[in-house]
């Protein structure tokens, strides 16, 4: 008996979902066994982008690691150096002038607008509709076009840093920020009329991919696609940081546990980050951007721990000081890392086409899986 | 006036005055073969632009502007891009069925050209079993998406080829019975007996509301035998990476992508002579100076206006709609779209009978 290459002992086909492959958006590598077009298994291969960046940082000083962290979630880059001036805030008990932590947040609200945008836009190509993606990168343009003014870049950006910010805003920034909010508004009808109304979409994701409330905890899931199944893990709202305690915002939760509940979290998501900058933009305070903090930073011997809310999730940043100028060891808890880790459960027994549906909705970003 | 049927007659005088009726009778297959050729190939280069502006439309932005004037030369710049690459064999592949599958797919395509009146007396093969003739042919698309896919040794290519069989087997059905509509209000399977009937108004204008049911069935269900969006299961990009043609590359890769919109035209063209009239002009009931002045307009330029008007919805239907899965796919066939043409059917016979069209 020969026995026929890529398939198991049941006459299951086994396929190579990636390293190179246009649905997981990056180089994750998915071994699926498929029974004609059922999936029963999916297993994650990782690591062929890992660029060690946890062993990178522990040569670099306090000032420096956050510059590494733009590449991990890159859609999220200015929430990440967010996390990494968060704790060291903390370890130097560094209080952050106003202006700065204003500045923050809607920095952080912005990432992560563009970064559901982008999602949504990528998501509805995942499932053969290419131009949603255009009408996402509209509006993505013009966020970008708002980081670019204020620091520089518009993907990898560099800006907050711990003590505060790297330097004050573009005097342009508050008055670019309000058209885009109000160009923002004026189109995200059309989002639901493209895609979230059309009858074949929500066939495709309705009652597909379901994790329950208890899976989505065990998995350690945590962000909009944890909030799909109704757990309550909104960092911002359960750990306040910055000045999201002193904001109005909705922690958006839906319970079916299906593929259109983490897309509608998504969505509504935006609506919420949008009324967060609403609130902010036109109070951010006047004075100092940047706290005065010594030339060389070392934080005190012990360990620290932050969490922040990516647009993936939860974004958990550990350090063990041994009162060097560089950590002894970090570690960041990565969103997608644990929703990934998901997969398999939510997709066995459906259907292959299925299979992009659900990684369009978990909103992986490789980088960000294997760090 | 300037006729089709004119110059044909007028050149088939010549030859046979000038050469023996044999010789002039292989003549005219050539230059018929040539026509058909040339159609073909300036047909494909056109779709392929026309999409790509669509869709550019669509996505809010340019498209193709860049090769030649407002871009239109950049369908002929990809052709000959992909003339000068390389067509790969993959080692596993069996290689004389790989290598023999795009030709299929050609080759359908142009047998499916003949009976089809392009204008006035412009029709190179008046088949009285036209109708028929036209749903035999195009079954024979699948062999070569099946060859292909297998013939590839690559498990996504099989599964688009898998699926593809499923799927166009499954809408050939709900296709020929809405195409049965027409047949049973004309009674002639002949396309010219079918666009003759059509002088006093189109079919789906006289069949009531059985030819608008079977217009609307027969256009879905062409857009999923031609595997376009959103029914290209057998391509499935971000699932398949490109289904039955992922091993193909270069000129072989180009027949394929020619065949497909080649298709297109062609169930676009049957659409519009079925139900919009072929190259009749539109016309309203007593008008006489409105219905005077549409009879100017050429009768190609009808024929191709109301085509690439079907071309357009199918495009408009692939830049909008997200993709369907398998078994949805299959479930609307079976479970909505075939018993509907079934009884649709049955009500336009009762009509034909009864003779309550127009």
Redesign the interface.
Known sequence: MTEEI?TTADGD?I?NVGPQ???THGVLHLVITLNG?TIKKVEPHLGYIHRSIEKMCESLTYRQFSYVTSRMDYLSSHINNHACALIVEKGLQVEVPARAKYVRVILDELTRIASHELWWGAM????????P???AF?ERESINDIMEETCGARLTMNYIVPGGLMQDIHPNFQKRVKDFISLYKSKIDEYDE??TG?I??Q??MKGVGFISAEDAISFGMSGPAARGSGVNCDIRKLYPYGIYNQVQFDQVLETAGDSFARYMVRIREMKQSVSIIEQLIDNIPEGEFLAKTKVVLKLPKGEFYTRVETARGELGVYIVSEGATTPYRIKFRSPGFSNLSALDTMARGS??????AMMGTLDLVIPDIDR | MWSFSNISSSIHHWLNESFSPTWAMIIEMVIAGVCIIGLFATLGLVLVLMERRV?AW????LGPNRVGPKGLLQSAADTLKLLVKEGLTPNGADKFLFNFAPFIAMMVAMLLMAPIAFAKDFQLWDLNIGVLYISAVSSIMVISILMAGWASNN??SL?GAM?SGAQIVSYELSAGFSILTIVVFTGSLNFNEIILSQTNGWWIFKGHLPAIISFVIFIIAVTAETNR??F??AE????L?AGFHTEYSGMKFALFFLAEYINVFIVCAIGATLFLGGWMPFQIGNWQAFNHAMDYIPSSIWFFGKTFFLIFLIMWFR??????????LLNLEWKYLLPISMLNLLLATALAILGWHF
């Open positions: 890529g086909l396929i492959h246009p649905a077009e509805a190509m995942d499932l053969g509709a290419f131009t993606f255009f009408h509209r493209l895609v059309n074949i979409f066939n495709r259907k292959l086409g299925d299979l992009v | 869709a669509m996505q809010i932005r498990k996504y599964m699926r969006a959103p290209d299961l499935a990009e971000s699932e990476t830049w909008t709609f997200p993709r369907l899965r398998i078994d949805q």
